[in-house]
């Protein structure tokens, strides 16, 4: 039996309607969109994978890893990649870019981990969060024993700090406007446990002691000086002496008491600290040839404050200085134990005591 074309076309048009073939088309496409959205989800699963879980979370190895001046993501990728710290320099590279951290990326040296992921790697990279070292600065330091220090820690020269540490920084910080134009930052240099960079500057660790400085003086503390008509500048002087002089803090305030006395009564200080700052000795007990000397840091000479601080003091000696103890005391030996004396009488039998 032969079909005629308009029976084959009947014979089609009775089997499969408009609506049946809208259906396929509609399966066929829904299955070719949830593929496509599978294969998707697949490749952003992946790419995350690889961006933001470590090469190895449970590592225990961390390493000093150094990016030379002049490098790239692309060569800091490889690197990183060879030492086994990521596993793809690809997406080490993929994410710099599309996270727009590639051309920041900077020199220094890092603390990293396989157990960082790419995302924190190249973060901390772009944020040049670099490797910290710890420097401590003693209370009763002086410029100079600072400047050795550092040189000592290969941070800067000491020649370099004394410089750093004679410029005026009266702009930036208001506690220095009465310090006197002609005299280093002595005093204001606070003591404490810094962190530096492997590039500080001489000037950087210049700048963090007086911000730490500025920290310290707290309103409170501004308000109290204002009420008892005491500088800034006056504080840190008799601080700085005090640092060097006595060590608790009841003796500091007994000594800061004993020595605001003397300046009232225009008695001289006759501090042998403020003679070793001069001569640059340690002597316990200077020579009567050193108190001769003619310096305004000599307080065996002139009357009242030195000429300006003779150390960086600390919190608890800028808090006696500013917070005397009333006592019938007008002198005192100190030498690990601090002797007390109300009469010269007193004093001279003490030192034939105590010192002799």
């Not at 109300?342 to 001279?348: C, M, Q, S, V, W």
Request: a neutral charge.
């Amino acid at each position: 039996m032969s079909l005629s074309k308009k029976n084959i076309r009947d014979l089609f048009s009775s089997r499969w309607s408009n609506k049946d073939f809208s259906k396929i088309s509609l399966s066929f496409l829904t299955k070719i969109l949830t593929g496509f959205g599978i294969l998707f989800l697949a490749v952003i699963l992946f790419i995350c994978f690889e961006i933001y879980v470590p090469q190895n979370p449970i590592s225990h190895e961390t390493i000093t890893y150094t990016v030379p001046q002049g490098w790239g993501d692309i060569e800091i990728s490889k690197d990183l990649e060879t030492l086994g710290i990521i596993r793809s320099a690809y997406f080490f590279r993929f994410y710099a870019v599309s996270s727009f951290q590639h051309s920041g990326l900077k020199a220094g040296k890092y603390a990293l981990s396989p157990r960082m992921s790419i995302y924190q790697i190249a973060k901390k990279i772009a944020k040049g969060d670099v490797t910290k070292d710890k420097i401590l600065i003693y209370e009763g330091w002086d410029i100079k024993d600072i400047g050795k220090y550092l040189e000592s820690k290969g941070v800067c020269s000491k020649d370099d700090f004394i410089i750093s540490a004679s410029k005026d920084y009266s702009q930036e910080f208001d506690f220095l406007k009465d310090k006197p134009e002609d005299i280093s930052l002595e005093g204001f240099l606070f003591p404490d446990t810094y962190e530096i960079s492997e590039r500080i500057s001489c000037d950087d660790v210049v700048l963090a002691m007086l911000s730490n400085f500025e920290k310290k003086l707290t309103p409170e503390l501004k308000a109290e000086m204002q009420e008892k008509q005491k500088s800034v500048f006056d504080i840190v002087t008799m601080a700085s002496m005090l640092e060097k002089e006595v060590r608790s803090l009841n003796d500091k305030k007994i000594v800061s008491g004993i020595l605001w006395k003397r300046i009232d009564a225009r008695m001289p200080l006759q501090i042998d600290a403020t003679i070793n700052y001069i001569t640059g000795k340690s002597d316990p007990g200077v020579s009567i040839k050193d108190t001769k000397i003619d310096s305004p840091y000599n307080t065996y000479k002139y009357k009242g404050l030195p000429k300006g601080p003779i150390s960086n003091p600390g919190m608890y000696s800028i808090i006696a200085a500013l917070n005397p103890t009333d006592s019938p005391y007008w002198y005192y030996l100190s030498d690990g134990v601090t002797i007390y004396s109300k009469t010269f009488e007193e004093h001279i039998a003490n030192k034939a005591e105590y010192l002799d």
